[in-house]
Every structure is written in C-alpha cells, then in structure tokens.
C-alpha cells in the first residue's frame, strides 16, 4: 500500500513539499550554530489557519512544552480528508534534535515515522500496515531537525541584514532521509495584520535548493510566528496562549 499524502502534509512544517519525491543523495555539511537564545515561555499554544489565496485549506495547533532540560515541540495539522501529528524532542537550549514522532492519518490509512538520534547518525523507521522501512544516515555534530525549523527560526539574532547557513536534516518524510543546507536573511520589519491582530514584525528569508519560503516574528522577547508562507501555503495566526 501507498499513503497517498497530500499537499497540505506534505509540505509541512518546510520543505517536504519538494522533497518528498526527491531521491538526491545526502550532502554532508559542517553545519552551523545559529541558536542565540531559545525566546519562548512554555508552556505555549499557537494556533493558525493555512490559507491557498483566500480560501482555507486547513488547521495547525503549535505546542510547546519544556522538561527535564529537553523541549517538546507538537505539530498537529488538519484538513477535510487528512490529519497530521508530529511530536519533536529537542535540547532546549542548543536545539539539537533528540527524536521525531510522526503519524499522518488519511483515506488509505495510516503512515507512522519514529525517528532517533544517536551520536553522529540518525535511523528513521517508517511504517503502514503493509510496509516498514528503516534508514540510517550520519548527520553532522551541528545540525537540527526540519521538524524544529519553525521553532529553531524563532532563536536567531533578529537584526536587519542578519545571514546564517546551516545543516538541516530531513528525516520524517516518504523519501529517503537526508541533510540539505538551508540559508537564512533577515529582510527587514513588517507591519502584518492576521486574525490574532496586528503585529510589528521581522521578515525572514528561507532559501534551498528547492525554493525560497518567507516567516514573519513578532518583533516581541517570545518572537511568536505570526505568518508563515511555504511556497504552497500561508500559516496565520488565530491565537496565542
């Protein structure tokens, strides 16, 4: 059997949508630190509605929780036929990924990831009903999680001009795992107006090789993410608690 995942899914929190069906070998990168502070005050709910022009595709729950020196981040996505649940486990502090769980529920059924990360490697075990695959690939020491980028975004030095590059790992996708570069430019401040209310905010660039993507922070301590745009859908926020 094959799960048959939507755009919505796909794509979500980055670059999925492009990678999914990618077969490109993995690129080792020496990776970068960009962690400067890690902002939020946890626990913390965001909400969002993801919008196609001006219709309304679907839903997303953001949680974040903090225990025993680890960082728990949730992702729970919604739409008319499919749900999508990620549970990323980070060091709260320096953001390197610890494990990923991942269940994406559709009309063919269920695809479930359990992801692991031990010293230099990581092993990424997929399963359905018919079907389990297991992958192992070394990562670099400096390097995060694609499941964290729109948490880990939040933790940079927000200042006009600010560049980094670092070493993203792929890992809870239907394609093979694998570390990309992912490059970051802080454009400048934004005035943007979403359900939750108006917000002064910083305009950050995401480059790959698949695409540009676009965030807005709250120029706020917590840097909430206020708009998200991935190339196929926009994020805005409806609350924040």
């Keep these: 059997m094959t799960l048959r995942v939507g755009r919505l899914f796909v794509g979500l929190p980055l670059l999925a949508l492009a990678v999914a ?33 001006d219709e309304v595709k679907g839903s997303a729950i953001f949680r974040i929780e903090i225990q025993d020196g680890k960082v728990r981040f ?14 990323a486990v980070a060091d709260s502090e320096t953001m390197r990924p610890r494990s990923i769980e991942r269940v994406v529920d559709g009309p063919e059924g269920a695809r479930r990831w359990q992801v692991e990360y031990q010293g230099g490697s990581v092993l990424v075990v997929q399963r359905t009903e018919d079907d389990d695959r297991r992958d192992e690939i070394t990562v ?20 006009e001009g600010y560049e980094a590059t670092y070493a993203d790992v792929l890992s809870a996708t239907l394609a093979k795992p694998q570390v990309i570069s992912q490059s970051l430019k802080v454009t400048g401040k934004e005035t943007v107006e979403v359900p939750a209310g108006t917000f002064e905010t910083w305009r950050l660039e995401i480059r790959s090789p698949d695409g540009t993507q676009r965030a807005w922070y709250a120029d706020t301590e917590t840097r909430p993410l206020v708009r998200y ?13």
């Design 21 to 53: 069906a990618c077969e490109s070998e993995t690129v080792l990168l020496s990776g970068q630190t960009v962690v400067s502070n890690t902002p939020w005050e946890a626990p913390e709910e965001a909400r969002y509605r993801l919008m196609d022009g």
């Design 74 to 87: 949730t992702q729970e996505f919604e739409s008319e036929e499919f749900s999508d649940e990620v549970e």
């Design 140 to 159: 670099p020491t400096r390097s995060y999680d694609s499941w964290t980028d729109v948490f880990l975004w939040r933790t940079i030095d927000f200042r």
């Design 229 to 241: 745009d991935n190339g196929s859908l926009t994020f805005e926020l409806l609350s924040l608690r």
